[in-house]
T-cell receptor, first 115, second 112 residues
Framework: AQSVTQLDSHVSVSEGTPVLLRCNYSSSYSPSLFWYVQHPNKGLQLLLK??????LVKGINGFEAEFKKSETSFHLTKPSAHMSDAAEYFCVVSDRMDSSYKLIFGSGTRLLVRP | DADVTQTPRNRITKTGKRIMLECSQTKGHDRMYWYRQDPGLGLRLIYYSFDVKDINKGEISDGYSVSRQAQAKFSLSLESAIPNQTALYFCATRQGAGETQYFGPGTRLLVL
């Protein structure tokens, strides 16, 4: 069975400092992994995805994530936080062998950016 | 214009009432999904559909039903709403060969 654990429910950083949002996954087969962002009162927007190509994945707005199979991790990083990055972030896993392509969501990490 | 739209965006209803949430998409995708979001739980899958004649239950389908009226429309119904169905509901679409789901803006439902 697949599952996703987001290790921090809240992360607070100062503007201009690095961002690290942690995610560990469990998957029986070959996983696809995603990070989605949800700004207040908005829908979910795809930041980036890993689907078995390069292990370092670059996304929008300067975010990137590294797939580490040995650690079963897919942490999200950004070198320098901006005020507009304040939002909730979801790590998501899907099983490429499952034709339904159900997404399994983590519980979310709320990123706060201090001026 | 948004590719995935949901109506209404906000709804307040009373226990026992029947309500319908609607989702429309202009992306031409064949697969559509309904999720609910609760604080601290992420999103959980309610129902999904591969085409008009193919409807499948997700992990939390009890108390819900769906209708795929056309490739572009997928409706979620609560036959008799109860307070613990208060949540944020999202519709999503995906093209069969693709791996990314595209989400609508969500419907915030409050059941009193």
């Amino acid at each position: 069975a697949q599952s996703v654990t987001q290790l921090d429910s809240h992360v607070s950083v100062s503007e201009g400092t690095p961002v690290l949002l942690r995610c560990n996954y469990s998957s029986s087969y070959s996983p696809s992994l995603f990070w989605y962002v949800q700004h207040p009162n908005k829908g979910l927007q795809l930041l980036l995805k890993y689907t078995s190509a390069a292990t370092l994945v670059k996304g929008i707005n300067g975010f990137e994530a590294e797939f580490k199979k040995s650690e079963t991790s897919f942490h999200l990083t950004k070198p320098s936080a901006h005020m507009s990055d304040a939002a909730e972030y979801f790590c998501v896993v899907s099983d490429r062998m499952d034709s339904s392509y159900k997404l399994i969501f983590g519980s979310g990490t709320r990123l706060l950016v201090r001026p | 214009d948004a590719d995935v739209t949901q109506t209404p965006r906000n709804r307040i209803t009373k226990t026992g009432k029947r309500i319908m949430l609607e989702c429309s998409q202009t992306k031409g995708h064949d697969r559509m999904y309904w999720y609910r979001q609760d604080p601290g739980l992420g999103l959980r899958l309610i129902y999904y559909s591969f085409d008009v004649k193919d409807i499948n239950k997700g992990e939390i389908s009890d108390g819900y039903s769906v209708s795929r009226q056309a490739q572009a429309k997928f409706s979620l119904s609560l036959e008799s709403a109860i307070p613990n169905q208060t949540a944020l509901y999202f519709c999503a679409t995906r093209q069969g060969a693709g791996e990314t789901q595209y989400f609508g803006p969500g419907t915030r439902l409050l059941v009193l």
